[in-house]
């Protein structure tokens, strides 16, 4: 921990642990707020993952003890964007500070469950801590989710997790212990995340939209590991005063970063190495901006030369991609006489099932394309019948007059290269695909914010998953593959043809594009 103290810190502990944040004001903070949702920012190495983690036991001791028998039951869920991170970082976090050779075995049969049992000692309560672990990459984990009675929530690395996870949570706390064993002493939501950009929704509530009154969420921002020095405060010789030259700019420690002591000598210089601005931004200043993260599932895109003003053309029809599931996405555009696509108008939603969604897109094509010719293409996966209303999400569409139909494939590869074909055309010396640039969510997803993540670097050689990351762009990203896909692209790979006056070219993304010009 940094050497800096808060006034009169007092004690985090309970029965069987001790833990001790209080040289970390802000975590500090953070851990002693009974607000019912709580997120916590800050730079890489600054202790939030382990102060969240900590934050699952200090509720369990701190419950009031059953008047059945004496014991504290608590349970909690612990939720990460995708298993391989779930495996990696979050779980690997949670042995550190509560290893199985000390408190008890973990199951490792879906769902991942740790169930700690702790013995009454003198005067100290037994504990019965049920942790749950959840990735919502996976449908089963996600309907799994919406079933669980739970004390409290804790989502790690939230800006990789759309809202309507986080709202759909609140819904499930409060629900244990019941009744009979004294019910929740106390319930909620609390969050960890790194820097995202300035449209996410956490900026959104956290820094525009903040709300007031009792249950009002609350966010806590660290300090960063790092300060940019000005030129004209420089020292003669930066380097040999511990300052650093990365991203363009100069920077030292900041005196006030928490956690130094827990990191290894020169940490964050360290890691200041070759980055670029917006990395050091974001994960040693711990400011808001948006950093392309591993390996684009579109690198063809290029948002210079594919963004611009469109026209919708009403004689020609209208093609919409959705995404199914929590937070169903869509993507507007048409086919040109020429065979260029052009996007006209993205609806990316936040915490919206199939019936108010399908309201929306429907209001919103009448307003905008009215008498349009519609044509609909979601994934094959939207034909499976829905629990609450027993139907598929196609029947349903068609239901409100839309013509809605899933594609010929869901294959990822096939969308991704069906999707990649329009921004490898030059048609008439220009790409075969343009983007209105108010699709800001779509621009981000192919520019990188839909992506494989890195997962090793060796030999020279670079290492990504096979499957890319679940996030706050990939929905948008699969709406647009399926739009794509149906629009007519997977008749082209099929039949393996091109148009005659259209040239294959090999485009290179760039990360350097302004997606608020």
């Given at each position: 921990m940094s050497n800096k103290r808060v006034k009169n810190p007092k004690p985090l502990h309970g029965p069987g642990i001790d833990l001790d944040f209080s040289t970390s004001p802000k975590v500090y903070e953070f851990l002693q707020s009974n607000k019912f949702v709580r997120g916590l920012m800050g730079p890489v190495g600054s202790g939030k993952s382990y102060a969240c983690a900590a934050e699952v036991m200090m509720r369990a001791v701190r419950q009031k003890p059953s008047p059945q028998d004496g014991i504290r039951y608590t349970r909690f869920?612990?939720?990460?964007?995708?298993?391989?991170?779930?495996?990696?970082?979050?779980?690997?976090?949670?042995?550190?500070l509560f290893p199985e050779n000390t408190f008890g075995p973990m199951l490792y049969t879906p769902p991942i469950t740790h169930h700690i049992r702790l013995p009454s000692r003198g005067d100290a309560a037994g504990i019965d801590c049920e942790v749950i672990f959840l990735a919502l990459d996976q449908p089963k984990d996600v309907r799994k989710l919406l079933s669980l009675e739970l004390t409290g929530a804790w989502v790690n690395e939230a800006r990789e997790l759309p809202k309507a996870v986080i709202d759909g949570l609140t819904h499930r706390v409060g629900r244990y212990p019941t009744k009979r064993d004294g019910g929740p002493t106390w319930h909620g939501v609390w969050m960890d995340t790194n820097p995202m950009d300035d449209d996410h929704w956490w900026y959104r509530l956290a820094e525009k939209?903040?709300?007031s009154g009792k249950f009002a969420w609350q966010f806590f921002k660290q300090p960063g590991g790092v300060i940019e020095v000005q030129p004209e405060d420089l020292p003669e010789n930066p380097e040999a005063n511990d300052h650093i030259f990365s991203g363009g700019r100069w920077w030292h420690l900041n005196k006030k970063a928490e956690n130094v002591s827990n990191l290894p000598s020169g940490y964050y210089m360290q890691m200041l190495g070759g980055k670029n601005l917006d990395w050091v931004r974001c994960?040693?200043?711990?400011?808001?901006?948006?950093?392309?993260?591993?390996r684009p599932v579109w690198p063809e895109y290029n948002d210079q030369m594919m963004s611009g003003e469109v026209e919708y053309e009403p004689q020609l029809p209208l093609h919409i991609g959705l995404d199914f599931g929590l937070t169903p996405a869509a993507a507007i555009g048409q086919r040109l006489a020429n065979g260029r696509?052009?996007?006209?108008?993205?609806?990316?939603?936040?915490?919206?099932?199939?019936?108010?969604?399908?309201?929306?897109?429907?209001?919103?094509?009448?307003?905008?394309?009215?008498?349009?010719?519609v044509l609909i293409w979601g994934d094959p996966a939207g034909m499976q019948r829905d629990a609450i209303y027993e139907v598929t999400a196609f029947d349903y569409l068609r239901t409100l007059g839309l013509r809605a139909q899933p594609t010929a494939s869901n294959n990822f590869k096939v969308r991704r290269e069906g999707a990649a074909a329009p921004m490898q055309r030059l048609i008439n010396g220009k790409p075969g695909l343009i983007i209105d640039k108010s699709c800001k969510m779509i621009r981000k997803s192919l520019a990188g914010g839909y992506h494989f993540k890195r997962i090793a670097v060796g030999a020279g050689h670079e290492r990504f998953k096979d499957s890319p990351n679940k996030n706050e762009h990939s929905h948008i990203g699969d709406a647009f593959g399926y739009l794509m896909?149906?629009?007519?692209?997977?008749?082209?790979?099929?039949?393996?043809?091109?148009?005659?006056?259209?040239?294959?070219?090999?485009t290179i993304a760039t990360a350097d594009f302004d997606v608020f010009k």
């Open positions: 869920v612990i939720v990460r964007n995708s298993y391989p991170e779930l495996k990696t970082t979050t779980i690997k976090t949670w042995q550190e939209e903040k709300l994960y040693a200043e711990g400011k808001y901006t948006y950093v392309q993260e591993g696509w052009i996007i006209l108008h993205e609806i990316v939603t936040e915490d919206m099932g199939l019936e108010r969604f399908g309201t929306q897109l429907l209001a919103e094509l009448n307003a905008r394309y009215p008498k349009a010719q896909l149906g629009g007519g692209e997977h008749k082209r790979m099929t039949k393996n043809s091109l148009a005659a006056n259209t040239l294959i070219v090999q």
